[in-house]
């Protein structure tokens, strides 16, 4: 009886789980991976060793100058990896530690996805329709990315006067009234690349049809830059004509672009302008550099220059060859800084290799050098604006926020340290020079995080490295109460009181 009893209630169990009655067993669960704390100590180690190696800013870093305390840096993402239980804890142990260095150019990337081959092929390029310029710069990249308005709302303060609206014109810009009676000029630059400003690229692209160039990327490209160069030259003559006898020029939240930075403060003055001192890592990537330099000076000689011009690009030659050729030569380790920090002195334990200029291989060609225009460019790039040096040169201020950040800290630290402008706003973001070579990016072996290493470093005229941000001449920090009309009036104040001293 009692095994007839059982079979019959198996057989019960059976029908109500077929019918819905009783539920399902639940399905197995994932197994989450395990967590591999050595294998993170040993991606942290990694990280450690490729900043030594390639991070041109290391020394910097370990200085008390910079601000940054790094061995308390490294014993805290190391306790922090010592204490972590899960991958994402400890991702955010080596992500905490880069983000402590404060240089935006020092940064992680995305995972790559697993699958090694795209799905879908590489797309070939968008045609360029002669007939339709806005379509063509849209696919060629032209685009307004940072906010066209001024970083304070002067639009809105009375007497305002707009010459420029930063849309149908490249430039945003306008007058308003000073304190003082005067009138002060504002323009906008909103990033320091062409590309930004897509009224350029509709200029070029009607000058090249005009002229009955070829609409290719490289002459649209090159037709484009000029015209932004001569949009500022243009903006800079109207607001002298319109009676500016003071121009602000406003990067707030300019995350920054090319060599542009160093450039355009040319167009700021009359004088001779020197371009900051640049450094390279003591590293292979550098050779990239180092090659493109020396194969700018051949092309110079090649084009049998007359005997001045040719001295000044051989000697610019053997120099870069020279610097070529000391990679790895006199390296110094720089594990010290883990565990102790010490005085900023540029050639002492730094791994830095000089690389000319922030411009070129010369900081401070005057205009007509060497009576050659080719072999003034390849010596100082900024010489291919030069018919524009000088638009403007009377008092001219630049306004600044701690989103100022790589190449419009170049524009401000080069406007400073020649005695072209003064500042007002907040501390820079701290960017820095970033990047002067291509290179992969690291790759971490277990957690295959990725990171960019900046590879260049430009030095103030004081000797420290512009990655530590560049402080305004005249602070606006916010006042309780105050509204952003009331700083942008305060901003006007503080220049008008100024004016006096810098004519």
Not at 313 to 323: N, P, S
Not at 366 to 371: D, F, L, R, T, V
């Amino acid at each position: 009886m009692a095994t007839s009893g059982t079979g019959r209630g198996l057989a019960a169990l059976a029908a109500a789980a077929l019918s819905g009655l009783l539920p399902q067993s639940a399905p197995a669960q994932e197994t989450a991976p395990a967590f591999h704390r050595a294998d993170w100590q040993e991606d942290f180690s990694q990280l450690k060793a490729a900043l030594e190696r390639s991070y041109v800013n290391l020394a910097w870093m370990g200085s008390p100058q910079s601000g940054v305390d790094v061995p308390r840096l490294e014993r805290r993402a190391r306790d922090a990896l010592s204490a972590a239980i899960t991958d994402a804890e400890a991702e955010h142990a080596l992500l905490d530690f880069v983000a402590g260095f404060h240089d935006g150019h020092l940064s992680p990337l995305p995972r790559l996805a697993a699958n090694t081959v795209p799905a879908v092929p590489e797309p070939a390029d968008a045609p360029l329709d002669p007939q339709n310029p806005g379509s063509g710069c849209a696919a060629l990249g032209y685009s307004a990315t940072s906010p066209i308005a001024f970083t304070l709302p002067f639009e809105s303060l009375p007497g305002f006067v707009m010459t420029g609206d930063g849309l149908t014109e490249p430039f945003r810009s306008g007058l308003v009234p000073a304190p003082d009676g005067g009138r002060i000029g504002i323009v906008r630059i909103q990033e320091f690349e062409p590309t930004a400003f897509p009224a350029v690229c509709i200029r070029a692209w009607a000058a090249l049809r005009a002229a009955n160039i070829p609409l290719t990327p490289g002459a649209i490209e090159d037709a484009a830059s000029d015209a932004w160069f001569a949009a500022l030259a243009e903006t800079l003559a109207q607001l002298r004509k319109q009676g500016a006898t003071a121009v602000l020029v406003d990067i707030g939240g300019n995350s920054g672009g090319g060599d542009s930075g160093d450039w355009m403060p040319r167009m700021f003055t009359d004088r001779t302008v020197s371009s900051a001192p640049m450094l390279m890592v003591d590293a292979p990537i550098s050779a990239q550099y180092f090659d493109e330099q020396i194969r700018s000076m051949d092309k110079g000689l090649a084009a049998h220059t007359a005997a001045e011009g040719a001295q000044a690009l051989g000697e610019a030659r053997r120099f870069f060859e020279a610097q070529k050729a000391k990679i790895g030569k006199q390296r110094c380790n720089l594990g010290w800084v883990w565990t102790e920090q010490r005085p900023w002195n540029a050639g002492a334990c730094d791994n830095l290799l000089a690389a000319g200029f922030a411009g070129g291989a010369r900081n401070n060609l005057p205009k007509g050098a060497y009576g050659n225009p080719e072999v003034a460019r390849r010596l100082s790039w900024a010489a291919a604006i030069e018919p524009y040096f000088g638009a403007w040169n009377g008092p001219a201020y630049v306004l600044t926020d701690n989103r100022t950040f790589s190449a419009a800290e170049m524009f401000v630290a080069t406007m400073k340290d020649n005695g072209i402008a003064r500042t007002l706003g907040a501390r820079t973001g701290g960017d820095g020079c970033g990047f002067m070579a291509k290179g992969d990016p690291l790759v971490l072996a277990h957690s295959q995080l990725r990171f960019r290493i900046p590879n260049c470093l430009r030095l103030r005229a004081d000797g420290t490295d512009e990655v530590a941000g560049i402080a305004a001449d005249f602070p606006l920090a916010p006042m309780k109460g105050e509204s952003g009309r009331g700083r942008a009036a305060r901003a006007l104040a503080v220049i008008a009181g100024d004016m006096p001293l810098a004519r």
